[in-house]
């Protein structure tokens, strides 16, 4: 679930300002950044006539390595800057390209266009006339490459300060920052790259990686692989599709405490009537629950209220989601205890913690440190967030989990992964990329009925 660094600008600087202090050489670090990202380019646009932007600053020193590395590889090399280079590393880079420099705002435009204006140093929105020619040369070219980040994203939060131009591919140098995985910045490159420059980087914020899932061992039982309760309500086939969600992931044995009708299929799921508050904490009782799941289907009336009461005070290990989090965001008297796995989507997220600021991950990190209990904020860039500062952040989801149920399915998953390892952060990445990878392998406009289907080869992929 570990997947590379998301470094902040600041903490970008820190982290190569510490491999200087401990004698990497400064413009030794730039020739290994354009050689990275050069290699990237060659393999995508071999020897299609390039023109490269150059900005003022460090970004621009990348740009003018990467278009000596493309020009002695026999690629026809233009390049374009936007002033004078200002700081010592790039006017050696400058120098070491030693060719003709072109006006970017006149420059005419080339097969492939590398976007070397700006990186972690932007500060604000490019000048209209820089950000409209940036927009044609990229626009019109076969081939388009930011380096390390599209010119004109805001790199810590993934807004877009000023208008940008979609790329093929975004190089990341060193590490990712949260513009590549935040929206909307994350869509304005089709794919990502990242070249390692070998200098060390804190780790507490990562992209999702895949999960190392394992098998039960030869004494496992239903019980000890993990026992869940997902609590009904009013729409059972939101809580049934948590429940099968949860069995698929791997728990042992799951429960469902119906209201209404009991659902007949698949007969694996444990149906059990419990209406009022006090006939679910009698269920909740049982020391083998591993995970608690209120929210799908519950319902806002009063019943619903206080069954959610009983699982709020039940001591076991809880997921909320939808309209358990709908209630806690309405009722300040209903605490939710820590080590919880909390699922807001955008909305049950802004009512909760709206008078949070900062990117996605500092206001996840934010929430998930005010209750106590891991965060995921669900989205095309869904973060993980724990109260002890760590956040993963997923991407490449589909768009077609945009459909009824698929937040059950989810919220199930996580249900699921807490009964089996005890652990809420660990089991809300596992969920996630379930979730993300049962979707990518059902392809085109599925169901949330499908992604359940499509769970068991998810799971088979990682063990
Ligand atoms: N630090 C290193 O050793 C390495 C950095 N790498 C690359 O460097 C950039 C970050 O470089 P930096 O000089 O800090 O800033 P930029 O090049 O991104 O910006 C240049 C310069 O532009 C000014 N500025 C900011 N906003 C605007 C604007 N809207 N219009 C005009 N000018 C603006 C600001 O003063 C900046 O100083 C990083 O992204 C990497 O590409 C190497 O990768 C590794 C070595
Ligand atoms: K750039």
Known sequence: MDGPPIL??????????????????????????????????WRTGHR???LVLCGPGNNGGDGFVIA??????????????????????????????????????IAAGAGQVVDALFGTGLTRGLEAPVAARLCELVEGATLSHAVDLPSGVGGDDGALLSDVPRYGICVALGAFKPAHLLYPAAGQAGRLALVDLGISL????????????????????????????????????????????????????????????????????????????DAVARELEDERI?????????????EAGGRLTAALGSGR??????????????????????????TPHEGEFQRLFGDLRGSKVDRALAAALRVGSVVVYKGPDTVIAAPDGRARVASGGSTWLSTAGTGDVL????????????????AACEAV??????????????IADDLLRALPAAIAARL
């Open 8 to 41: 902040t600008a600041m903490q970008m600087r820190a982290a190569e300002q510490a491999a200087f202090d401990a004698g990497t050489d400064p413009y030794a670090l730039m020739e290994k950044a354009g050689a990275g990202a050069a290699e990237i380019i």
């Open 48 to 50: 299609r006539d390039t």
């Open 68 to 105: 000596r590395l493309l020009r002695d590889r026999g690629v026809t090399v233009r390049v374009a800057a936007l002033g004078e280079s200002r700081t010592a590393s790039a006017q050696r880079a400058r120098v070491a390209w030693d060719g003709p420099v072109e006006d970017m705002l």
């Open 202 to 277: 804190p780790g507490t914020v990562r992209r999702l990686g895949s999960p190392a899932l394992t098998m039960p061992g030869p004494d496992a039982h239903k019980y000890n692989r993990g026992l869940v309760v997902v609590i009904g309500g009013g729409m059972a086939g939101a809580s049934q599709l948590a429940a099968v969600a949860a069995a698929r992931s791997g728990a042992g044995a799951v429960r469902r405490l119906a209201i209404g009708g009991m659902v007949a299929e698949p007969h694996a799921i444990i149906q059990r009537r419990a209406e009022q508050g």
């Open 290 to 302: 591993g995970a608690v799941l209120a929210g799908p289907g519950l319902g806002l009336d009063q």
């Open 317 to 342: 290990p809880l997921v909320l989601d939808a309209d358990a989090l709908t209630w806690a965001a309405k009722d300040a008297a209903l605490s939710v205890p820590g080590g919880s796995i909390l």
């Open 411 to 426: 919220a199930g998953l996580a249900a699921g992964r807490l009964a089996v390892t005890g652990d809420p952060f660990r």
């Open 433 to 446: 990329w379930l979730h993300g990878e049962a979707a990518r392998r059902s392809g085109a406009a599925f």
